[in-house]
């Protein structure tokens, strides 16, 4: 029964991102009462806690922003093609201020559990510091990439320089200048922090476990004519981007057609023009490269060349060349990365048949060499997609824990809800396009079905929502077969779990943005 001397209300939304925020707006203006709980001590979540050097945007700012107010999107002028973190931050606090938004956010406060009481049909959230409160809806806008993965490392506590994960960047931020620095990680946020690093410390040394795939950003300010011509016509541009397989770049040219029918040199001069524009356009020019390994191998070998005329020592160069079949794993946007390997003060390691050992308290061991480092930077990315819903300890009917539901991966209902978790939401969860989309459009897309999910429960008078059995394994089913005519599941990607050591196998992510749309409908 519900527990009278606790405060109730209508919503418990956990986490101030993006999500978070316009899940708030948009609660608030239907007429429920809401709170918010957000762990870090301000709004932006991503962009709040990755402030490490060269942190950026890989989705241009005209289209990584809210559709949902004209005025906003009127008035918020960007200064680059792709925002870096400072500037995501300042507009995430601008349209905190714009919708006073901080009236209903208790920052500083992490929930730390949930169970839902079957006879009231509400949760009881607890939260650190301590508190608990009823809620007969609870919305996890926990984020996608928000839980870092920090490796165990025999020795760690023994290090005494610095240690920092580009997840959870100190707010001071970590000076460089005369330091030898080892990063460890070349995924994307590797990619963006190394030749920033690079540029001030004394030495770097590179521990590269897989190389990576990375195209040029070809970043710079704001094309201040197209800013005039979106903001013309900004509702059309957001439609246009909304039918879009990734929900982004409708400004550039999608091909339909086989990599395979066309000439190798016809291939070379598309992926050629597209290096030179920059972004994840470079790989839609057929729609084959992520379906044939064929058509794929000539978008990779592509690259591959690039990075082997642009790396002057050939040993490192090689080193650098990805094997994995390109864009299987998420692909990286950079601004000058391969070049970085040319500065006499780097150096790159490769950890992938000697990982590393242990770290002493002057450095980190690998292949039987120490390392002496200052700073220990780890860009070793997050567990991802489930990492924060599983380290809350949420409970459903009968008691049963997600965490334990999910032991074998994810298993959601359109990547919204969870069958034996009523009246529980999950913002871009796993089963849904969420990472392999514009999240922020991904993001008011779940918020606005979830606003409108919550009204029509009101107006009925129903008390409870829940996923059914059938209709969460058909969906799963669904994600698995989306993903299995594809070459996604091909590689050791965190879109899999791979990167968390004894993380199950599963795919988690669903590819396309328009037809799952379509079916939430
Ligand atoms: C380095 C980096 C680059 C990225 N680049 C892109 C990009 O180019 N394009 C793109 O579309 N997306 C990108 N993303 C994904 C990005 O996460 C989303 O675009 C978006 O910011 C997600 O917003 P969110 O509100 O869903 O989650 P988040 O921004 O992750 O916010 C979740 C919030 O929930 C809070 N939280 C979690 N658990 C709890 C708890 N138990 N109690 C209280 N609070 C909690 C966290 O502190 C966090 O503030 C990137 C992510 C990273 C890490």
């Not at 704001?222 to 800013?227: A, F, P, T, V």
């Amino acid at each position: 029964m519900t527990d009278s001397t606790k405060p109730v209300q209508d919503v418990v939304v956990v986490g101030a991102g993006f999500a978070g925020m316009y899940m708030l707006y948009r609660l608030r203006s239907a007429g429920f009462s809401t709170i918010v709980f957000e762990a870090g001590s301000g709004v932006g979540g991503t962009w709040y806690w990755n402030r490490y050097p060269g942190a950026r945007c890989d989705v241009e700012s005209l289209e990584y922003s809210y559709s949902f107010s004209e005025e906003l999107q009127q008035e918020w002028e960007w200064t680059e093609r792709y925002p870096a973190q400072p500037e995501i931050l300042r507009y995430a606090n601008h349209v905190a201020d714009r919708f006073e938004l901080r009236k209903d956010i208790h920052f500083e406060t992490r929930v730390v559990a949930a169970s839902f009481d079957e006879r009231s049909s509400r949760w009881l959230v607890r939260t650190e510091p301590g508190g608990e409160l009823w809620a007969r809806f609870l919305v996890m806008a926990t984020g996608c990439l928000s839980s870092a993965n920090t490796p165990t490392i025999d020795g760690m506590d023994g290090f005494v320089g610095e240690i920092a994960h580009t997840g959870r960047w100190p707010r001071d931020g970590i000076d460089f200048c005369g330091k030898r620095v080892g990063v460890v990680g070349t995924g994307s946020s590797g990619v963006q922090a190394i030749p920033v690093i690079a540029e001030q410390a004394a030495e770097l040394v590179v521990f590269q476990r897989t190389p990576n795939y990375s195209i040029p950003a070809q970043n710079g300010p704001l094309d201040l004519e197209l800013e005039r011509e979106v903001k013309a016509h900004y509702p059309e541009f957001r439609a246009a981007n909304r039918r879009m397989h990734g929900a982004l770049g409708s400004r550039f040219r999608y091909g339909q057609t086989s990599a395979l029918a066309a000439s190798d040199e016809e291939v070379q001069r598309d992926l050629d023009e597209r290096w030179q524009i920059g972004g994840f356009a470079f790989i839609a020019g057929y729609n084959d490269f992520l379906r044939s390994r064929e058509a794929n191998a000539k978008a990779a070998e592509f690259v591959r060349r690039r990075i082997r005329e642009i790396v002057r020592d050939p040993a490192v160069a090689e080193l650098l060349c990805p094997k994995q079949v390109i864009g299987c794993k998420r692909l990286c946007l950079d601004t000058h990365y391969f070049e970085t390997f040319n500065r006499p003060n780097v150096r790159l390691v490769d950890v992938s048949e000697h990982p590393i050992e242990r770290l002493t308290s002057r450095g980190l061991v690998t292949g039987g060499r120490e390392y002496e480092l200052d700073v220990i930077v780890f860009a070793t990315g997050f567990d991802a997609m489930t990492g924060s819903l599983t380290r809350i300890d949420i409970r459903g009917r009968g008691g049963i824990r997600l965490r334990d539901e999910w032991s074998g991966g994810p298993r959601t209902y359109l990547g919204l809800g969870v069958v034996g978790f009523p009246n529980l939401f999950t913002i871009t969860g796993p089963g849904s396009p969420s990472v392999l989309a514009n999240m922020i459009v991904a993001i008011e897309q779940h918020v606005d079905w979830i606003t409108d999910c919550l009204v029509y429960l009101r107006r009925g008078g129903y008390a409870s929502i829940e996923a059914t059995v059938e209709a969460q394994d058909a969906w799963v089913e669904h994600v698995n077969a989306i993903a299995d005519t594809t070459l996604y599941p091909t590689c050791n990607s965190w879109y899999l779990g791979a990167n968390v050591p004894g993380k199950p196998r599963v795919f988690m992510p669903l590819i396309g943005f328009p037809p799952y749309v379509e079916k939430c409908n």
